[in-house]
Protein backbone atom coordinates (compact mmCIF):
# COMPACT_ATOMS: atom_id res chain seq x y z
CA UNK A 1 0.00 0.00 0.00
CA UNK A 2 1.22 3.17 -0.88
CA UNK A 3 1.56 5.92 1.60
CA UNK A 4 1.71 9.52 1.15
CA UNK A 5 2.77 13.02 3.18
CA UNK A 6 1.04 15.78 2.42
CA UNK A 7 1.87 19.65 2.25
CA UNK A 8 -0.74 22.33 1.75
CA UNK A 9 0.12 25.84 0.87
CA UNK A 10 -2.07 29.37 -0.02
CA UNK A 11 -2.68 29.86 -3.36
CA UNK A 12 -1.13 32.84 -4.52
CA UNK A 13 -3.46 35.78 -4.79
CA UNK A 14 -1.68 37.76 -7.56
CA UNK A 15 0.48 37.23 -10.10
CA UNK A 16 4.35 38.75 -10.19
CA UNK A 17 6.03 40.50 -12.80
CA UNK A 18 8.09 38.13 -14.73
CA UNK A 19 9.94 38.98 -18.52
CA UNK A 20 7.80 38.65 -21.79
CA UNK A 21 4.59 38.45 -19.52
CA UNK A 22 1.86 41.42 -19.85
CA UNK A 23 -1.55 40.44 -19.01
CA UNK A 24 -2.70 39.40 -15.62
CA UNK A 25 -3.54 36.16 -16.40
CA UNK A 26 -0.38 35.28 -17.64
CA UNK A 27 1.63 36.99 -14.60
CA UNK A 28 -0.43 34.81 -12.36
CA UNK A 29 0.07 31.36 -14.34
CA UNK A 30 3.72 32.55 -14.36
CA UNK A 31 3.54 32.26 -10.54
CA UNK A 32 1.48 29.16 -10.26
CA UNK A 33 3.93 27.39 -12.73
CA UNK A 34 7.09 28.94 -10.24
CA UNK A 35 5.11 27.54 -7.32
CA UNK A 36 4.59 24.07 -9.06
CA UNK A 37 8.37 23.85 -10.34
CA UNK A 38 9.62 24.99 -6.85
CA UNK A 39 7.97 22.28 -4.80
CA UNK A 40 8.29 19.55 -7.82
CA UNK A 41 12.13 20.11 -6.84
CA UNK A 42 11.77 18.40 -3.17
CA UNK A 43 9.85 15.42 -4.46
CA UNK A 44 6.14 17.30 -3.87
CA UNK A 45 2.93 16.01 -6.67
CA UNK A 46 0.59 18.84 -7.31
CA UNK A 47 -2.38 16.86 -5.61
CA UNK A 48 -5.52 19.17 -6.18
CA UNK A 49 -6.71 23.20 -4.63
CA UNK A 50 -9.20 23.61 -2.88
CA UNK A 51 -11.66 26.11 -1.13
CA UNK A 52 -11.68 25.90 2.13
CA UNK A 53 -13.36 27.85 5.52
CA UNK A 54 -11.72 29.59 7.98
CA UNK A 55 -13.13 31.44 10.41
CA UNK A 56 -11.22 34.27 12.19
CA UNK A 57 -11.38 36.49 15.01
CA UNK A 58 -13.42 39.84 14.35
CA UNK A 59 -12.85 42.54 16.80
CA UNK A 60 -12.52 41.77 20.44
CA UNK A 61 -15.56 39.22 20.46
CA UNK A 62 -16.80 38.50 17.15
CA UNK A 63 -15.62 36.33 14.05
CA UNK A 64 -15.87 36.16 10.75
CA UNK A 65 -16.22 33.19 8.03
CA UNK A 66 -13.29 33.81 5.42
CA UNK A 67 -12.63 31.26 2.23
CA UNK A 68 -9.55 30.03 1.79
CA UNK A 69 -8.04 28.73 -1.67
CA UNK A 70 -5.60 26.32 -0.97
CA UNK A 71 -2.63 24.02 -3.06
CA UNK A 72 -2.51 20.04 -1.76
CA UNK A 73 0.79 18.71 -2.53
CA UNK A 74 1.94 15.03 -2.11
CA UNK A 75 5.00 12.68 -1.69
CA UNK A 76 5.68 9.35 -1.34
CA UNK A 77 6.86 8.81 2.46
CA UNK A 78 9.58 7.18 3.36
CA UNK A 79 8.78 3.95 3.56
CA UNK A 80 10.64 2.71 6.72
CA UNK A 81 9.18 5.54 8.56
CA UNK A 82 5.84 5.31 6.96
CA UNK A 83 6.00 1.22 7.90
CA UNK A 84 6.58 2.14 11.48
CA UNK A 85 3.95 4.70 11.95
CA UNK A 86 1.33 2.21 10.47
CA UNK A 87 2.72 -0.64 12.80
CA UNK A 88 1.39 1.43 15.50
CA UNK A 89 -1.83 2.03 14.21
CA UNK A 90 -2.34 -1.71 13.00
CA UNK A 91 -1.49 -3.54 16.43
CA UNK A 92 -3.27 -4.22 19.38
CA UNK A 93 -3.45 -1.78 21.91
CA UNK A 94 -1.25 -2.01 25.44
CA UNK A 95 -2.38 -3.94 27.98
CA UNK A 96 -2.81 -1.58 31.31
CA UNK A 97 -3.97 -1.71 34.76
CA UNK A 98 -6.94 0.64 34.38
CA UNK A 99 -10.18 -1.34 35.62
CA UNK A 100 -13.19 -1.82 33.09
CA UNK A 101 -16.62 -0.58 33.23
CA UNK A 102 -18.41 -3.00 35.12
CA UNK A 103 -21.24 -4.45 33.41
CA UNK A 104 -24.86 -3.05 34.09
CA UNK A 105 -26.87 -6.21 35.91
CA UNK A 106 -29.99 -7.76 33.81
CA UNK A 107 -33.22 -6.26 35.47
CA UNK A 108 -34.59 -9.73 36.33
CA UNK A 109 -31.05 -10.97 38.40
CA UNK A 110 -31.79 -7.44 40.78
CA UNK A 111 -33.91 -7.62 43.84
CA UNK A 112 -36.15 -5.12 44.48
CA UNK A 113 -35.38 -2.62 47.62
CA UNK A 114 -37.54 -3.97 50.78
CA UNK A 115 -40.31 -1.80 51.62
CA UNK A 116 -39.84 1.17 53.91
CA UNK A 117 -41.93 0.00 57.68
CA UNK A 118 -44.99 1.88 58.00
CA UNK A 119 -44.81 4.60 60.14
CA UNK A 120 -46.10 3.46 64.12
CA UNK A 121 -49.95 4.43 64.90
CA UNK A 122 -48.69 5.85 67.83
CA UNK A 123 -48.82 10.09 68.55
CA UNK A 124 -44.64 10.57 69.31
CA UNK A 125 -43.63 11.15 73.05
CA UNK A 126 -43.80 14.42 74.17
CA UNK A 127 -41.12 15.97 76.83
CA UNK A 128 -42.51 17.15 79.87
CA UNK A 129 -40.77 20.15 80.50
CA UNK A 130 -39.91 20.97 84.30
CA UNK A 131 -40.14 25.04 83.59
CA UNK A 132 -44.12 24.39 83.13
Known amino acids: MQRYEYKVVPAPRKGTKAKGVKTPEG ?21 RSELLPSEERSGLTG ?19 ANE ?16 ARAVP ?5 EAPKPIPAEP ?8 NKDD
Not at 27 to 43: H, K, M, P, S
Not at 85 to 97: H, R, T, V
Open 63 to 81: STLNWRNVMVFRRMANSEA
Open 27 to 47: RFAVTIEQLLNDLAIDGWEYH
Open 106 to 110: DPRDV
Open 85 to 100: DMAAFLSPPEEDATPL
Open 121 to 128: DEPPVKSE
